[in-house]
């Protein structure tokens, strides 16, 4: 892989109209606006009152749908959608979403973002019971538990409202029946769900604001965590059994890196988060330089905020090639470390014979950071000073970010002073842990892939590869 980044899961989108409407664009413009969430594939799901019609592929938005795919599902009145990124669950045909049911009492679509942290026990109940399986994707187990539930009670609201009380971990979810469109988040509330409306009536469901604005509709509210709303022809119902059943628990790294700095998560700017987040090294980890310059994208905004607080002047660090996305495969290490030079160039005028600040919002295992300090080295800088928007990753995460194992974590292993000296730069500095409140202005948040505190019991077999192996070998 060309980067050796923190990858988060996916992102849903889902449209209501009160009338016929073609539906589907509207999921084809909010999917491409939450693209950076998820890009290994994608999928439209289309009501045409009470049919469903769907396309699903691998690849990105651009390369799955064109003209004629889109022409080919009809207008309908309600539409999901979602792209994503595997965490639980290979990366194959079978995997994409949304995932479609047909069942005794109607259709279901479901799209997901996040990880259900005791899918593996959830799923061996399952099969003991009789159920088989077609994905390896912990979306197939909430579908399953769904459908058995809407056979005990009276409608899909309910049902959905009695699978809640099986799942732990991360679920922000849009569901459709034949009649209605669900919006469902888990009462943490790890991932970002929000709800709009366009001028017309139409309602839209998206994991970010920046889905919303794409389509033309304003936000109405975040969903809260562990609540369900209901839209339909009925009007808009929210059930809040499961609210304030916990504290709150967005993930951090929303704000630090998943989101889209245009997007407004639970009422925080992500922009203003990062630019913080900048202010706050810059305040922690002083230093004489020239010149600030980010990593391309989510490094920029804390730079800014570095170059702020400290009087130190912003530059343009690095041209990024727009046309590599974040899955762009090599087979060997010598390419591998070539098209870092092919995604990201710097400007010499920039940083030559300077005092460089890098900003960058991560480090996982240390090899894409050497790569980029090299090519400032190979530029002409006279120094480079490296700080990092969040600490030190430590910790797995559960809740569908890919960090399965501490193996792989450069801070598990290395002081900061050797990682420093493992990439190349002159000094190092990371985010102290304790300021991450003030990048949001409250504790309510998830901070376990750095502090090792999550918030729900973490079964033995929970990450994607202990997961997948051992279903493997249990089908031998």
Do not use: W
């Not at 951090?252 to 922009?271: M, T």
């Amino acid at each position: 892989m060309i980067e050796e980044k923190i990858h988060e899961e996916c992102g849903v989108f889902g449209v209501y109209s009160p009338t016929n409407y073609g539906v589907a664009r509207d999921v084809y413009y909010g999917l491409y606006a939450l693209q950076h969430r998820g890009q290994e594939s994608c999928g439209i799901v289309v009501n045409d009152d009470g049919l469903f019609f769907s396309h699903k592929d691998l690849g990105q938005v651009s390369n799955v749908f064109d003209s004629e795919e889109l022409n080919r599902l009809p207008d309908g009145n309600m539409a999901v959608g979602h792209v994503r990124y595997g965490t639980t669950g290979g990366n194959s045909r079978r995997n994409t979403q949304p995932i479609e049911v047909n069942h005794q009492k109607g259709k279901l679509a479901l799209a997901h973002n996040g990880n259900i942290s005791n899918a593996y026990d959830l799923r061996n109940e399952l099969e003991l019971g009789g159920a088989i399986f077609h994905t390896t994707s912990d979306t197939e187990i909430i579908a399953y538990i769904l459908t058995r539930e809407r056979l005990k009670t009276p409608s899909i609201e309910k049902a959905v409202l009695e699978c809640m009380k099986y799942l732990e971990g991360a679920y922000s979810l849009v569901m459709m029946s034949a009649t209605k469109l669900i919006a469902a988040r888990d009462p943490h509330g790890y991932r970002p769900l929000c709800y709009g409306i366009t001028d017309d009536g139409r309602y839209i469901i998206a994991s970010e604001t920046c889905a919303l604005e794409a389509v033309g509709a304003k936000l109405v509210r975040d969903v809260r965590p562990g609540e369900v709303i209901v839209f339909s022809e009925d009007g808009t119902t929210s059930y809040t059994d499961y609210c304030n059943k916990e504290n709150g628990q967005i993930c951090i790294f929303e704000y630090i890196y998943f989101a889209r700095p245009d997007s407004v998560i639970d009422g925080i700017s992500v922009h203003s988060a990062r630019v913080k987040a900048g202010e706050i090294l810059a305040r922690e980890h002083e230093v004489e330089a020239d010149v600030v310059v980010g990593v391309p994208d989510s490094g920029l905004d804390a730079a800014l905020g570095y170059s702020r607080y400290s009087g130190i002047p912003y530059g343009i660090g690095f041209i990024k090639n727009k046309y590599i996305g974040r899955t762009f495969i090599s087979p060997t290490q010598d390419e591998r470390n070539s098209q870092v030079k092919i995604k990201l160039n710097p400007i010499s005028s920039t940083v030559k014979g300077k005092r460089v600040i890098l900003v960058d919002d991560s480090i996982v295992r240390g090899t894409t950071s050497g790569r980029i300090v090299k090519l400032l080295r190979d530029a002409g800088a006279k120094e480079i000073h490296m700080r990092i928007s969040s600490p030190p990753f430590t910790n797995p995460c559960y809740y569908g970010t890919d960090i399965d194992s501490k193996d792989k974590l450069i801070a598990c292993h290395h002081s900061v002073e050797q990682i420093a000296k493992i990439i190349g730069a002159d000094s190092l500095g990371y985010l102290p842990i304790e300021s991450l409140g003030e990048l949001v202005g409250h504790e309510n948040y998830c901070n376990a892939c750095f502090s090792g505190n999550y918030a729900t019991k973490i079964p033995e077999v929970v990450n994607k590869n202990r997961f997948e192996k051992r279903l493997s070998e249990r089908d031998e």
